[in-house]
C-alpha cells in the first residue's frame, strides 16, 4: 500500500495535543515561542468576517423579516429589489467565516459545529429555502405566494438558528480532550431561545435601517414603524443578555465588575445607550440614513462586549485561541493570500454597491 | 446494511455533493459561455448576441443562486459530519477550501450583481467585465476546490503526526499529482455538459419555428465549440486515466475490473463483477486492448485486485458501471460531433429533424456523465477519505 510519509519533521507544534481538559487557566495567555504568531491577525480577520457576515447578511434576512409584514405586491417588490443585486455577496461572508474558522482555529471548528448541528442544519434548511424563493419568486408567479411565504419565513428561521447558535456559545459546551461530549440537544435552553429571539428582532432592525435609506413615502413610514418595534425587542434583549450572561458564569461578571475594568469598561454601557438614543430619535425624525447606521453601530458594541466577556476564549471555558489554532505553516501560507484579497474584495463590493445606490426603482428587475 | 453513523453521514454527503456538483457543472460553462457572448457583442457589436446572453443569463441567475445556497452547506458537514476528517486535515485542506471563498465566490457573488440587474447602470465595458470577472470566477472555484479533492486522492507535501496532517510544502499540496488531470478533465466536462444543453435548447427553438436566427447560430457556433472540446475530453481522460494507473492503483483496477496481474490484459466491455469469488461473470472482452488502452503499451502490466487485501480495495461493481456509462455517453457525444461535420457539409444542420430530435435527447446526458465520472473517482478512492493514509471509517 501506498504509505508515502516525507521524511522531514515539521516544525514541532506547539503544546496542544490532546490533552486532558485544561484547569481554570483565568485568561492567563500561553504565548507561543515563535517570531512571528499568526493568531491575532487570525483573530482579527475572523472577527472582521463574522462581523460583515452579521451587518451585511443581517440587513438584508432583516428585510426578508419585513417583507412577511408588507400589505401589497407592490411593495414586496420593491423591498425585493432593494436586496436583489447584493444578497448573494452578502452570504458569502458566512462562508468566509465558516472557511476561517475551520482554517485557523481547526479545533474550535471540531467541537463547535457538532455542538450545535440542529440550530446549524435548521439554518441552512431555511437559507437555501430562502434563497430558492428568492429565484423562483421571479419566475414562477403562479406559486407567488408560496414563494412570498418561503421567502419571509426562510429569512425568520435562519436568523433565529443563528441566534440560538450564539446563546449556545456564548454558554459554552461540554468538551472532552478534542471532541464535543455533549448530546445534540444541550442547545435548547432559555438563554438560547432568548438570543434567537432577540437575533430576529436584531436583524429586523438593520432591515427597516436598510428600507428607511432605500424607500421613499408609505413604505419607509412603515420601515420606520417596523423599526420602532423592532428597537423596543433590541433594547430589552442588549438590557436581559447583560444582566444575565454575568449571572450565568462568575469569569465574565469578574471581568466587567471588578476594578478597574469596570471603569474602563464604561464607555462601553455609555456608548450603547447613546447609540440606542441616536436610533430612537431617528426612526422617529426624518433622517434617511441614520437609522441604518446607528443599528449598524449597535451591533458593533454588542459584538464587541460578547468580545470582552470571552477573550481570549474560541470554544467559551475551555480552549484559547491559541490551544485551537491550526500549524503556523496553515495560518501563515492563508494569512499572506487574505491580506492582499481582502481589501480587493471590499473594494469591489463596495463598488457593487456603488452601482445600485440610491433609492430603489420598481423597474431594476431582472431584464 | 446498519444504518450506523458512517452510513447516514456518507448518504447524506452523497446526497447534498450529488446535487450541488449538477449546478456547478451547468454554471462554470455557461458563465465561461455568457462572458464568451458578452465579449462578441462588445468586440462585434451584433445585437443577436446580446439576446442570446440575455437569454441564458437568467438562467444562469436561478441555477448559480441554487449552486450557492446549496454550496454552503458543504463546509458545514464537515464539522457536523466529519468532525474527526476535519480535525485531522484541517491543517493542509481548510486554506484551500478558505482561498476558494477568498478569490472565487466574492469575485462571482459580486460581480453578479452587476451582470444581472447592472446592464443600464454601468458602461458597457464595464458589463463585459462583470461577465468575465463571473467567469474567472467559477474557474478559481474549480481550481480550487478540485486540488482539495486531488489532494485527498493523491496525498503530498505533508507530514503526518500523531494522526493528524502537517503541511511542509505548499507547492506539492497544491499541485498534487492527480491535480493537473483532475483539473482538466473535469473542466473540460463542465463545458462540454453546458454546450450539449445549448445544443438541446436551440435544437428546441429551431424545431418549434421560435427565434430560429438565434437558435441556429446558437447551434453552429456550440457545434464548432464541441468539435474542439470532445475530442479534448476524450484526450485529458486518457490521460487522467495513466495519472491514476501511476498514483491509485487500486482504483483503476475496480474501474476494469481486473482481479489478477499480468502483461497483454484484455479490456473488459461488460462483466458482472463478483467480489465474493473474486472475479467476473458474463464478461464480454477484447483481447490485449486493456493493456494497450491503459498503458499504451501492448506488454503493458496492470495490478490486479488481488493484490491488496480485501480491506483495502474500493468495492468493484460501481466505479466499473459508473465509468462505463461515462465513457458510453463520452462516445456517443462524439458520434453527435461527428454527424455535425457530415450534416455541415451536406449544407442540412438546421433541417434534419433526425439531427435535431438527437440533439433534445442528448441535452441531459452530461449531466449524467458528470455524475458517473464522480462516483467513478469518488467511490474508487473508497475504503479511504484520504487515499492511503486516513479511512472513510474514522474519519465520523
Redesign the interface.
Given at each position: 500500500m501506498i504509505q508515502k510519509k516525507s521524511k522531514r519533521t515539521p516544525e514541532r507544534p506547539r503544546a496542544r495535543r490532546a490533552r486532558p481538559l485544561p484547569a481554570k487557566r483565568k485568561g492567563r495567555l500561553i504565548m507561543p515561542s515563535l517570531v512571528l504568531d499568526f493568531v491575532p491577525l487570525w483573530t482579527l480577520i475572523l472577527g472582521i468576517g463574522v462581523c460583515f457576515y452579521v451587518i451585511l447578511d443581517g440587513f438584508d434576512l432583516g428585510v426578508g423579516i419585513l417583507f412577511g409584514l408588507q400589505p401589497d405586491t407592490a411593495s414586496r417588490n420593491l423591498v425585493m429589489n432593494s436586496i436583489a443585486p447584493i444578497w448573494d455577496s452578502n452570504e458569502t461572508w458566512l462562508v468566509l467565516g465558516g472557511h476561517a474558522l475551520l482554517a485557523a482555529f481547526p479545533l474550535a471548528f471540531a467541537i463547535i459545529i457538532p455542538a450545535v448541528y440542529f440550530p446549524i442544519l435548521v439554518m441552512l434548511l431555511a437559507l437555501i429555502f430562502r434563497g430558492v424563493s428568492f429565484e423562483f419568486r421571479y419566475r414562477d408567479s403562479a406559486r407567488k405566494t408560496f414563494w412570498d411565504h418561503g421567502f419571509s419565513w426562510g429569512s425568520t428561521v435562519a436568523t433565529f438558528a443563528q441566534g440560538v447558535v450564539l446563546g449556545a456559545f456564548i454558554q459554552g459546551f461540554q468538551v472532552d480532550g478534542r471532541h464535543f461530549a455533549g448530546t445534540s440537544w444541550d442547545f435548547i435552553t432559555p438563554f438560547a431561545l432568548v438570543t434567537g429571539l432577540a437575533l430576529v428582532f436584531g436583524y429586523g432592525l438593520l432591515g427597516a435601517g436598510w428600507l428607511v435609506l432605500k424607500t421613499e413615502g408609505d413604505l419607509q413610514a412603515r420601515a420606520r414603524r417596523h423599526g420602532r418595534w423592532c428597537f423596543l425587542g433590541v433594547f430589552a434583549a442588549i438590557g436581559i443578555v447583560s444582566v444575565w450572561t454575568p449571572l450565568m458564569n462568575a469569569g465574565i461578571a469578574t471581568r466587567w465588575f471588578s476594578w478597574p475594568n469596570m471603569l474602563l469598561l464604561a464607555p462601553v454601557p455609555v456608548l450603547t445607550a447613546l447609540l440606542g438614543w441616536l436610533e430612537w430619535r431617528s426612526l422617529n425624525n426624518s433622517s434617511d440614513a441614520t437609522p441604518f447606521i446607528a443599528a449598524i453601530g449597535l451591533f458593533l458594541i454588542s459584538y464587541l462586549g460578547i468580545g470582552i466577556s470571552l477573550w481570549p476564549m474560541i470554544v467559551p471555558h475551555v480552549y484559547t485561541l491559541w490551544d485551537a489554532a491550526s500549524a503556523p505553516s496553515t495560518q501563515a501560507f492563508l494569512a499572506v493570500g487574505t491580506l492582499f484579497l481582502l481589501p480587493v474584495i471590499l473594494m469591489y463590493s463596495a463598488w457593487s454597491y456603488w452601482v445600485f445606490r440610491g433609492k430603489v426603482k420598481s423597474d431594476i428587475g431582472y431584464h | 446494511m446498519d444504518l450506523d453513523p458512517l452510513l447516514l453521514s456518507r448518504l447524506q454527503f452523497v446526497w447534498v455533493i450529488g446535487w450541488h456538483i449538477l449546478l456547478p457543472a451547468f454554471t462554470v460553462g455557461l458563465a465561461s459561455y455568457i462572458a464568451l457572448l458578452e465579449g462578441l457583442h462588445f468586440f462585434i457589436g451584433r445585437e443577436i448576441y446580446f439576446r442570446i446572453s440575455?437569454f441564458w443569463i437568467?438562467i444562469f441567475?436561478?441555477a448559480?443562486?441554487?449552486g450557492?445556497?446549496?454550496?454552503?452547506?458543504m463546509?458545514?458537514q464537515?464539522?457536523?459530519n466529519w468532525?474527526?476528517y476535519?480535525?485531522a486535515t484541517?491543517?493542509?485542506l481548510?486554506?484551500l477550501?478558505?482561498?476558494?471563498?477568498?478569490?472565487a465566490?466574492?469575485?462571482?457573488?459580486?460581480?453578479?450583481?452587476?451582470l444581472?440587474?447592472?446592464?443600464?447602470?454601468?458602461p458597457r465595458w464595464a458589463h463585459f467585465v462583470a461577465a468575465l470577472?463571473v467567469a474567472f470566477g467559477t474557474l478559481l472555484s474549480s481550481f480550487w476546490i478540485l486540488s482539495a479533492n486531488s489532494w485527498m486522492q493523491t496525498?503530498?507535501?505533508?507530514?503526518?503526526?500523531?494522526g493528524r496532517f502537517?503541511?511542509?510544502d505548499?507547492f506539492a499540496i497544491v499541485f498534487n499529482p492527480s491535480f493537473p488531470y483532475r483539473l482538466g478533465h473535469t473542466v473540460v466536462g463542465f463545458y462540454v455538459t453546458t454546450a450539449f444543453v445549448v445544443v438541446g435548447v436551440a435544437a428546441w427553438l429551431i424545431r418549434r419555428g421560435r427565434s430560429v436566427a438565434e437558435g441556429s447560430r446558437r447551434l453552429s457556433m456550440t457545434l464548432w465549440l464541441l468539435t474542439v472540446l470532445v475530442p479534448l475530453q476524450i484526450l485529458l481522460g486518457d490521460e487522467h486515466g495513466l495519472n491514476t494507473l501511476e498514483?491509485q492503483p487500486t482504483k483503476l483496477a475496480a474501474i476494469e475490473a481486473h482481479w489478477d496481474t499480468g502483461r497483454r490484459v484484455p479490456l473488459v466491455l461488460f462483466a458482472l463483477p463478483d467480489e465474493q469469488n473474486e472475479a467476473n461473470r458474463y464478461a464480454v472482452q477484447v483481447p490485449w486492448l486493456g493493456s494497450l488502452i491503459l498503458t499504451h503499451d501492448l506488454n503493458g502490466e496492470i495490478r490486479g485486485l488481488k493484490e491488496?487485501q480485501r480491506d483495502?480495495r474500493p468495492p468493484v461493481a460501481i466505479p466499473f458501471f459508473a465509468f462505463r456509462v461515462m465513457v458510453g455517453i463520452g462516445l456517443l457525444m462524439l458520434g453527435m460531433v461527428v454527424a455535425s461535420w457530415w450534416l455541415r457539409w451536406k449544407g442540412r444542420l438546421y433541417d434534419s429533424v433526425w439531427y435535431l430530435r438527437s440533439c433534445q435527447l442528448v441535452a441531459p446526458l452530461g449531466f449524467v456523465a458528470v455524475l458517473a465520472g464522480w462516483t467513478t473517482t469518488e467511490v474508487g478512492r473508497q475504503p479511504w477519505t484520504v487515499?492511503?493514509?486516513l479511512r472513510t471509517a474514522d474519519s465520523v
Amino acid at each position: 500500500m501506498i504509505q508515502k510519509k516525507s521524511k522531514r519533521t515539521p516544525e514541532r507544534p506547539r503544546a496542544r495535543r490532546a490533552r486532558p481538559l485544561p484547569a481554570k487557566r483565568k485568561g492567563r495567555l500561553i504565548m507561543p515561542s515563535l517570531v512571528l504568531d499568526f493568531v491575532p491577525l487570525w483573530t482579527l480577520i475572523l472577527g472582521i468576517g463574522v462581523c460583515f457576515y452579521v451587518i451585511l447578511d443581517g440587513f438584508d434576512l432583516g428585510v426578508g423579516i419585513l417583507f412577511g409584514l408588507q400589505p401589497d405586491t407592490a411593495s414586496r417588490n420593491l423591498v425585493m429589489n432593494s436586496i436583489a443585486p447584493i444578497w448573494d455577496s452578502n452570504e458569502t461572508w458566512l462562508v468566509l467565516g465558516g472557511h476561517a474558522l475551520l482554517a485557523a482555529f481547526p479545533l474550535a471548528f471540531a467541537i463547535i459545529i457538532p455542538a450545535v448541528y440542529f440550530p446549524i442544519l435548521v439554518m441552512l434548511l431555511a437559507l437555501i429555502f430562502r434563497g430558492v424563493s428568492f429565484e423562483f419568486r421571479y419566475r414562477d408567479s403562479a406559486r407567488k405566494t408560496f414563494w412570498d411565504h418561503g421567502f419571509s419565513w426562510g429569512s425568520t428561521v435562519a436568523t433565529f438558528a443563528q441566534g440560538v447558535v450564539l446563546g449556545a456559545f456564548i454558554q459554552g459546551f461540554q468538551v472532552d480532550g478534542r471532541h464535543f461530549a455533549g448530546t445534540s440537544w444541550d442547545f435548547i435552553t432559555p438563554f438560547a431561545l432568548v438570543t434567537g429571539l432577540a437575533l430576529v428582532f436584531g436583524y429586523g432592525l438593520l432591515g427597516a435601517g436598510w428600507l428607511v435609506l432605500k424607500t421613499e413615502g408609505d413604505l419607509q413610514a412603515r420601515a420606520r414603524r417596523h423599526g420602532r418595534w423592532c428597537f423596543l425587542g433590541v433594547f430589552a434583549a442588549i438590557g436581559i443578555v447583560s444582566v444575565w450572561t454575568p449571572l450565568m458564569n462568575a469569569g465574565i461578571a469578574t471581568r466587567w465588575f471588578s476594578w478597574p475594568n469596570m471603569l474602563l469598561l464604561a464607555p462601553v454601557p455609555v456608548l450603547t445607550a447613546l447609540l440606542g438614543w441616536l436610533e430612537w430619535r431617528s426612526l422617529n425624525n426624518s433622517s434617511d440614513a441614520t437609522p441604518f447606521i446607528a443599528a449598524i453601530g449597535l451591533f458593533l458594541i454588542s459584538y464587541l462586549g460578547i468580545g470582552i466577556s470571552l477573550w481570549p476564549m474560541i470554544v467559551p471555558h475551555v480552549y484559547t485561541l491559541w490551544d485551537a489554532a491550526s500549524a503556523p505553516s496553515t495560518q501563515a501560507f492563508l494569512a499572506v493570500g487574505t491580506l492582499f484579497l481582502l481589501p480587493v474584495i471590499l473594494m469591489y463590493s463596495a463598488w457593487s454597491y456603488w452601482v445600485f445606490r440610491g433609492k430603489v426603482k420598481s423597474d431594476i428587475g431582472y431584464h | 446494511m446498519d444504518l450506523d453513523p458512517l452510513l447516514l453521514s456518507r448518504l447524506q454527503f452523497v446526497w447534498v455533493i450529488g446535487w450541488h456538483i449538477l449546478l456547478p457543472a451547468f454554471t462554470v460553462g455557461l458563465a465561461s459561455y455568457i462572458a464568451l457572448l458578452e465579449g462578441l457583442h462588445f468586440f462585434i457589436g451584433r445585437e443577436i448576441y446580446f439576446r442570446i446572453s440575455g437569454f441564458w443569463i437568467k438562467i444562469f441567475s436561478v441555477a448559480f443562486g441554487m449552486g450557492v445556497v446549496s454550496g454552503i452547506v458543504m463546509p458545514f458537514q464537515f464539522g457536523t459530519n466529519w468532525s474527526r476528517y476535519s480535525d485531522a486535515t484541517a491543517n493542509v485542506l481548510s486554506p484551500l477550501f478558505a482561498y476558494e471563498g477568498l478569490t472565487a465566490f466574492f469575485l462571482e457573488a459580486a460581480f453578479l450583481g452587476v451582470l444581472l440587474f447592472g446592464r443600464n447602470l454601468v458602461p458597457r465595458w464595464a458589463h463585459f467585465v462583470a461577465a468575465l470577472m463571473v467567469a474567472f470566477g467559477t474557474l478559481l472555484s474549480s481550481f480550487w476546490i478540485l486540488s482539495a479533492n486531488s489532494w485527498m486522492q493523491t496525498p503530498a507535501g505533508y507530514a503526518l503526526v500523531d494522526g493528524r496532517f502537517y503541511p511542509n510544502d505548499w507547492f506539492a499540496i497544491v499541485f498534487n499529482p492527480s491535480f493537473p488531470y483532475r483539473l482538466g478533465h473535469t473542466v473540460v466536462g463542465f463545458y462540454v455538459t453546458t454546450a450539449f444543453v445549448v445544443v438541446g435548447v436551440a435544437a428546441w427553438l429551431i424545431r418549434r419555428g421560435r427565434s430560429v436566427a438565434e437558435g441556429s447560430r446558437r447551434l453552429s457556433m456550440t457545434l464548432w465549440l464541441l468539435t474542439v472540446l470532445v475530442p479534448l475530453q476524450i484526450l485529458l481522460g486518457d490521460e487522467h486515466g495513466l495519472n491514476t494507473l501511476e498514483h491509485q492503483p487500486t482504483k483503476l483496477a475496480a474501474i476494469e475490473a481486473h482481479w489478477d496481474t499480468g502483461r497483454r490484459v484484455p479490456l473488459v466491455l461488460f462483466a458482472l463483477p463478483d467480489e465474493q469469488n473474486e472475479a467476473n461473470r458474463y464478461a464480454v472482452q477484447v483481447p490485449w486492448l486493456g493493456s494497450l488502452i491503459l498503458t499504451h503499451d501492448l506488454n503493458g502490466e496492470i495490478r490486479g485486485l488481488k493484490e491488496w487485501q480485501r480491506d483495502q480495495r474500493p468495492p468493484v461493481a460501481i466505479p466499473f458501471f459508473a465509468f462505463r456509462v461515462m465513457v458510453g455517453i463520452g462516445l456517443l457525444m462524439l458520434g453527435m460531433v461527428v454527424a455535425s461535420w457530415w450534416l455541415r457539409w451536406k449544407g442540412r444542420l438546421y433541417d434534419s429533424v433526425w439531427y435535431l430530435r438527437s440533439c433534445q435527447l442528448v441535452a441531459p446526458l452530461g449531466f449524467v456523465a458528470v455524475l458517473a465520472g464522480w462516483t467513478t473517482t469518488e467511490v474508487g478512492r473508497q475504503p479511504w477519505t484520504v487515499y492511503g493514509l486516513l479511512r472513510t471509517a474514522d474519519s465520523v
